[in-house]
């Protein structure tokens, strides 16, 4: 695909459970990025891999959230016990060679 | 601590009109300032990069930066808005381990 592509573009869960968001960048790309956006903010960012490792999980909000990149291509954002305050639009983007990061359309989560 | 400031929530302008979205920014060392606009229940789509060299930067869709280091501005402007320009404009810096800061977005309104 040309683009980045994020699944799925909605998740309705219970507070309490567990979710996993996936991301595929574009081909190639090296950088992964995981940012969080709450309604009327702008993007926070989560996590950061450089091929399969995490380079920056700084941003990472608590030990609920976790996200692996195996084969250094996919990722998924998993997070354990969600809280209602865990919903907000989750981005995704990519990079090569540090120049523009090019975001996914989101996967917009909602904890009741 | 490395910040990025949009002091305008909203700005109207007719169409035809010019436009300004204004930024400030607070980094140490050299900047790397991004433009982001982001359409309603879509991610966030790159517009336009500073990294070094000429201090006005051309972008998509006829947008365009100026870049100002005594001022430690990154404003966006176009010569003539469009209402199709009206969405959410995110400034952001990209810091030394990659991730992006971003702005708290200006939400651009253009009236026919």
């Known amino acids: 695909g040309a683009g980045v592509s994020q699944t799925p573009s909605n998740k309705v869960t219970e507070k309490g459970k567990y979710v996993e968001l996936r991301c595929d960048p574009i081909?190639?790309?090296?950088?992964l990025y995981w940012y969080r956006q709450s309604l009327g903010q702008g993007p926070e960012f989560l996590i950061y891999?450089?091929?399969?490792?995490?380079?920056?999980d700084s941003g990472l909000p608590n030990d609920r959230f976790f996200a692996v990149r195996p084969e250094g291509s996919v990722s998924t954002l998993k997070i354990q016990r969600t809280e209602r305050g865990d919903s907000a639009v989750y981005l995704c983007?990519?990079?090569?060679?540090?120049?523009?990061?090019?975001f996914g359309p989101g996967t917009r989560l909602l904890v009741l | 601590a490395q910040s990025v400031a949009q002091p305008e929530d909203q700005v109207n302008v007719a169409e035809g009109n010019p436009l300004t979205v204004k930024c400030t920014y607070s980094?140490?060392?050299?900047?790397?300032l991004f433009w982001y606009v982001q359409y309603p229940n879509r991610g966030l789509q790159f517009l336009l990069k500073?990294?070094?060299?000429?201090?006005l930067v051309k972008g998509s869709y006829g947008f365009e930066a100026e870049f100002n280091k005594s001022q430690t501005s990154f404003h966006l402007k176009k010569p003539s808005a469009l209402v199709s320009d009206s969405a959410l404009y995110f400034c952001?810096?990209?810091?030394?381990?990659?991730?992006?800061?971003f702005g708290t977005g200006t939400r651009l309104q253009v009236f026919p």
């Open positions: 983007a990519s990079s090569s060679g540090g120049e523009a990061q090019y």
């Open positions: 081909s190639g790309h090296t950088a």
């Open positions: 891999f450089q091929g399969t490792g995490a380079a920056d």
């Open positions: 980094v140490s060392g050299n900047p790397y």
């Open positions: 500073y990294i070094t060299g000429d201090n």
């Open positions: 952001a810096v990209r810091v030394i381990t990659d991730k992006l800061i």
